[in-house]
């Protein structure tokens, strides 16, 4: 974990707008018209062709550099003229869709991990075992005196690889997994502007 310095909430507020009353900071983005956001209008859960590439980058990022103690809100702002109630409602469950799929991703990773952790772990530990066990046996024979020797390293590797597996990929799959649930809870918005000097106003 890396620390944050003391003005972080100051350096925030220079990238995104700060809601106090909510504590949330929000992710502005100006689209020009709704296929600014999807290719086509198919929002099957489990999609991600739908949804444009460089416009999640954008969100994930944003979101990555807020901290997770803060709520995050996701401000849309589109010329009056292009309002679409039914395309705003299914633009918002498109995104929501999108990250409860890599939320379900990122949940199926870490599971898959742990059982492959356990694994590293059994096998690790067998073969410290079988060197301890041979060790006796082949103490006469000096062609094999290296054999348990090998064994112990072959098992401390498999168990090198479970503190590799728990203690780092999986808190960083932690992290995304709170990340992903914050953007799942998070507030969309759509505002409409009949000009550009609206923004000047925010």
């Known amino acids: 974990m890396f620390f944050k310095p003391k003005d972080e909430k100051v350096n925030l507020k220079k990238l995104f707008r700060y809601n106090k ?64 109630l039914r395309k705003e409602e299914r633009s918002k469950t498109g995104l929501k869709n999108y990250f409860k799929y890599m939320l379900y991703k990122v949940e199926a990773e870490q599971k898959k991990s742990r059982w492959t952790a356990l694994k590293y772990t059994v096998t690790g530990l067998f073969l410290v075992f079988i060197a301890f066990f041979v060790k006796n046996f082949i103490e006469h024979l000096a062609y094999l005196s290296f054999l348990p020797e090998g064994l112990i390293i072959g098992g401390w590797v498999f168990i090198w690889e479970v503190f590799t597996i728990l203690f780092f990929l999986n808190s960083e799959r932690k992290v995304k997994i709170k990340e992903y649930k914050r953007l799942i809870k998070s507030e969309i918005n759509y505002n409409y502007y009949t000009d550009k000097t609206y923004f000047e106003k925010l």
């Open 21 to 84: 009353e909510k504590n949330a900071f929000i992710i502005d983005i100006s689209i020009d018209v709704y296929k600014s956001l999807y290719n086509d209008w198919d929002f099957s859960p489990f999609k991600r062709r739908d949804l444009d590439a460089d416009l999640l980058t954008f969100i994930q990022e944003s979101s990555e550099d807020i901290p997770l103690k803060y709520k995050v809100i996701i401000n849309f702002f589109i010329p009056e003229e292009m309002k679409d």
